[in-house]
């Protein structure tokens, strides 16, 4: 446990210094809030849940295309830089495996990002003295999402030896998934889209919630079946990194 916990610490010197992780939180924060100004006119205390939802739907939109990029730097620096450099070699001299080196690499970049994403939507949710039910819907939503983006960060940061080629190649793919939404609705194929784009189902959680039969609420609106996809893609994601890691050569 002490020798994890050396290599915890010794990664997050290297990669999460304060002025980053401040960076990350203080951008996010305001990118949220700019996106929120427009609904300040709009709040009824009937409706305070539905605004919020569709604010944070439209705003977690926008902010992926600023949480895209420090994703990608994230784990091009703390996975495919040390590869590269030889800095992995270094680390493995330690009585510690890769399976665990890059359990502690997922799970540090996921935290970080999962505490700097979900601070803005929490005080936005005070700020709109919204229900429980919409918090869970968003934050459910996000974890998944955020999951889904990160798992796909580390396999290509595990392929692509190179920073610079896996930061470029993360952003582009993840651009690319961020709007397949947009493209499978040009041709005309709607039900796939809106199992692809996960940020609407955020309100489909929060009826489901309210109702008395959630379970066919979520299957009708296909929310069950879009989690099932995100969740199974990651995982796979994730095992095909495990994979990759443990049979990588680093010679």
Known sequence: MKRIISILKFE??????????????????????????????????????????????????????????????????????????????????????????????????????????????????????????ALISVVMVYALKLLFFVSLAILISLTVNEALSSFIEVIFLLYLIENLPSLLIEFGLKELAKVVAIDGHIYFIYIALSSEDPLNILIKEKTLFSFLLYIVISMLLLYLSFIIFKKKDLD
Not at 61 to 74: M, V, W
Not at 102 to 112: A, D, E, F, R
């Open 12 to 133: 997050f010197d290297l990669y999460w210094r304060p002025a980053l992780i401040g960076i990350i939180f203080s951008v996010l924060f305001i990118l949220h809030m700019y996106n929120l100004r427009s609904s300040s006119v709009l709040l009824e205390k009937h409706n305070v849940d539905r605004i919020y939802i569709t604010e944070i739907i439209r705003s977690l939109y926008t902010e992926s295309y600023i949480l895209i990029p420090i994703l990608s730097y994230i784990y091009a620096k703390s996975v495919s830089n040390p590869i590269s450099t030889g800095l992995i070699k270094t680390i493995l001299s330690y009585p510690i495996t890769r399976k665990c080196i890059l359990t502690i690499k997922l799970l540090l970049g996921y935290s970080v990002l999962f505490l700097a994403g979900i601070f803005p939507l929490i005080y936005s949710w005070i700020i709109y003295v919204a229900g429980y039910k």
